[in-house]
């Protein structure tokens, strides 16, 4: 079964940086599918932050953190990350690694980010 660990959130001030790590299991990285990071904020809508390919690395963002933030993988060690840089307070959110494997949704468990000001 396909389990995703997220780690790496915390407090940081406008500006700081932080880097959230998804560490996954029982996914084949031959198959085709995408890693990406959601975020939610409460009383509002689960928002697509980033993601990447499995087979060829492509990458995608929304355009708020575009140039902020970076998405990458280590098929080495079965993690992918979410480098962000320039925080901003409406950064601030519950942060969750997703993973669509043959047709089933697998989440994280989620991680806060607070950014203040």
């Known amino acids: 079964e396909v389990q995703l660990v997220e780690s790496g959130g915390g407090l940081v001030q406008v500006g700081g940086s932080l880097r959230l790590s998804c560490a996954a299991s029982g996914l084949t990285f031959f198959e085709n599918y995408a890693i990406g990071w959601f975020r939610q904020v409460p009383g509002k809508d689960l928002e697509g932050v980033s993601c990447i390919s499995s087979i060829d690395g492509s990458t995608n963002y929304v355009g708020s953190v575009k140039g902020r933030f970076t998405i990458s993988s280590d098929n080495a060690r079965n993690t992918v990350y979410l480098q962000m840089n320039n925080l901003k307070p409406e950064d601030t959110a519950v942060y969750y690694c997703?993973?669509?494997?043959?047709?089933?949704?697998?989440w994280g468990q989620g991680t806060q980010v607070t950014v203040s000001s």
């Open positions: 997703n993973v669509r494997f043959r047709s089933v949704d697998f």
